[in-house]
């Protein structure tokens, strides 16, 4: 059972910065599909970002790309979420969450990990409020 604990939310004013930290308490984190995603009031659970096992692939929903940078640290079994250039319309509670799923052909594939139910475990979530 992977547990994962977000931290790094708050408020920000329009056009500033915040990074999102996920830490994990599984020891073979490297193997595991990292995602971000969002849900803001009275609106679905949506895709942010996501990034390969190995930190080499990553992909981005499009209204966060050029703003949002996705890492990870195998050797601190932390994902972190860069974002730059904030807007109102990105207040949100940000989730993590992670997955051994692989596609069928085994590659990282952005179509692939940026369904909810690619994610077999998700964090507590943590608030972003972008004040215009």
């Known amino acids: 059972q992977v547990q994962l604990v977000e931290s790094g939310g708050g408020l920000v004013q329009a056009g500033g910065s915040l990074r999102l930290s996920c830490a994990a308490s599984?020891?073979?984190?490297?193997?595991?599909?990292m995602g971000w995603f969002r849900q803001a009031p009275g609106k679905e659970r949506e895709f942010v970002a996501g990034i390969s096992w190995s930190g080499i692939s990553t992909y981005y929903t499009d209204s966060v790309k050029g703003r949002f940078t996705i890492s990870r640290d195998n050797a601190k079994n932390t994902v972190y979420l860069q974002m730059n250039s904030m807007k109102p319309e990105d207040t949100a509670v940000y989730y993590c969450?992670?997955?051994?799923?692989?596609?069928?052909?085994?590659?990282?594939?952005?179509?692939?990990?940026?369904?909810?139910?690619?994610?077999?475990?998700w964090g507590q979530g943590t608030q972003v409020t972008v004040s215009s």
């Open positions: 599984e020891r073979t984190f490297s193997t595991y599909a």
């Open positions: 969450a992670a997955t051994q799923k692989r596609s069928s052909l085994g590659i990282y594939s952005g179509g692939f990990y940026s369904t909810r139910d690619r994610y077999d475990y």
